[in-house]
């Protein structure tokens, strides 16, 4: 199943690219797709992602087709979900 994720960011700026497609085999949780994320893109490792947790790195987050966030990471992502990699900060 291919999972697309847009990159906003840090995220962004170490892949090179707004968008990614991320293909997931046997397994269809949100620590599977960051797994294969890093994998694939290596320097998100301990910038974006933590490296033992597959957790991302706050302030970004997964949101899930621009609706809501995602942060467990058993959460099961079907074909065609898009998700946001996004660097959310909150100021006053």
Request: proline letters at 2%; a positive charge.
């Amino acid at each position: 199943m291919k999972i697309s994720v847009e990159l906003f960011g840090l995220a962004k700026r170490i892949i090179g690219k707004k968008i990614v497609e991320i293909e997931l085999k046997d397994k269809n949780t949100l620590k599977d797709l960051t797994e294969e994320l890093v994998k694939k893109y290596p320097k998100l490792l301990e910038t974006v992602i933590k490296e033992k947790t597959f957790k991302t790195i706050a302030p970004y987050m997964f949101n899930l087709d621009g609706k809501q966030a995602i942060s467990d990471l058993g959460y099961e992502l079907k074909e065609g979900d898009r998700l946001l990699l996004l660097f959310a900060t909150v100021g006053g």
